[in-house]
């Protein structure tokens, strides 16, 4: 069963500095990787798709890579905002099936 | 494009009592999901349609739930007999193709007192 882990489960930044959320599986076997943002009782808003056969996929202050063969995927979020503040999702969908499988989230707060 | 809707927003019902939510995708999306989300976790899967097909369940779906896509189009989720466990996030999303971004509603937040 595939297993996604996010690291650190909460972060605190000031406004300003660049950070790097981290996200981990079990199972390399995947098709793409989706980031989600979440904001407190809400829906979840996609950030970026990264293939499996892309290293990294970018969206104005939003960076991602991929690294299959190792399981791993960073979020990279340049000069961060107060409206940053979110829970952020990192989710895989396998090769075989169509659920994503998703980590616990790193709740992110970005003080002013 | 409108993005995933969901009706009702919010649920409160009494332990034992049928609830439906319903989850209007984006149009021109063929591939419909259901997920839960509890307080602190992510998203887990239940269910996915092709159009009007259910291809895939998870085992969460228990024999309380069932959804349906009659017309390939809208989508309801129905919980029979609610218990406490049942309250969480439903979320529904959308995508053009089985491979292609999942987009997400606002989800039906449901509380079984």
């Known amino acids: 069963k595939q297993e996604v882990t996010q690291i650190p489960a909460a972060l605190s930044v000031p406004e300003g500095e660049n950070l790097v959320l981290n996200c981990s599986f079990t199972d390399s076997a995947i098709y793409n990787l989706q980031w989600f943002r979440q904001d407190p009782g809400k829906g979840l808003t996609s950030l970026l798709l990264i293939q499996s056969s892309q290293r990294e996929q970018t969206s104005g202050r939003l960076n991602a890579s991929l690294d299959k063969s190792s399981g791993r995927s960073t979020l990279y979020i340049a000069a961060s905002q107060p409206g940053d503040s979110a829970t952020y999702l990192c989710a895989v969908r396998p090769d075989s099936g169509y659920a994503l499988n998703f980590g616990k989230g790193t709740s992110l707060l970005v003080t002013p | 494009d409108t993005g995933v809707s969901q009706d009702p927003r919010h649920k409160i019902t009494k332990r034992g009592q049928n609830v439906t939510f319903r989850c209007d995708p984006i149009?021109?999306?063929?591939?419909l999901y259901w997920y839960r989300q509890t307080l602190g976790q992510g998203p887990e899967f239940l269910t996915y349609f092709q159009n009007e097909a259910q291809l895939e369940k998870s085992r969460l779906l228990s024999d309380r739930f069932s959804a349906e896509r009659p017309k390939g189009s809208f989508s309801t989720l129905e919980i029979q007999r609610t218990e406490q466990g049942d309250s969480a996030m439903y979320l529904c999303?959308?995508?053009?193709?089985?491979?292609?971004?999942?987009?997400f509603g606002p989800g039906t937040r449901l509380t079984v007192l």
């Open positions: 999303a959308s995508s053009r193709t089985a491979y292609n971004e999942q987009f």
């Open positions: 149009s021109e999306h063929n591939r």
